[in-house]
């Protein structure tokens, strides 16, 4: 299975693409199995007729992703087809009764990947820094509003008031 980190970065890379084209084949490379996976998942839920076939997957993950951050009723509903989906062989959902649990044991890197964003929804934040490159991340905290302290300092610099003073050298005795 995935590594947390990787996880993060699977997610986000596609997130945070400015337009899906031009990046997609970046993201391609870096993550092949995503187009691999592409044949596992339900033709319904690709979208994205205007792209090339290989690409569909990648903008598919871009725009769901995005919707699944900020909660869309209709993204989570469909989070739940992917990962409930009853097509593999022993199923992704089994019974855990020594733990008294529900376990899941995804069948894909994708799945694994989607499931970590659920895990994890409370902190799935969009920076509130209207100039953010990157403004999906995933905070270390649920409260988080910035991505990175640099985004932090430059929402305050441009919150900040600039006071000046004509003659500050009379005002401090100086």
Known sequence: ???????????????????????????????PFLVEDEARTPRALLGYESLQEGMRH??????????????EEAAVKTLGEILLCTTYPGGLVSVDWKRRALTYSPHTTLHGVLYYLLEGSDRAKVCVNPDCKRPCFIGKRPNERYCSDRCFRATQRRSTPRITVPNAACCFGV
């Open 1 to 31: 299975m995935i590594d947390d980190k990787n996880s993060r970065s699977i997610l986000l890379d596609p997130a945070n693409l400015e337009s899906p084209e031009p990046a997609i084949a970046g993201i391609q490379k870096k993550w």
């Open 58 to 71: 990648v903008g598919f993950l871009r725009t769901f992703i995005r919707r699944l951050w900020v909660g």
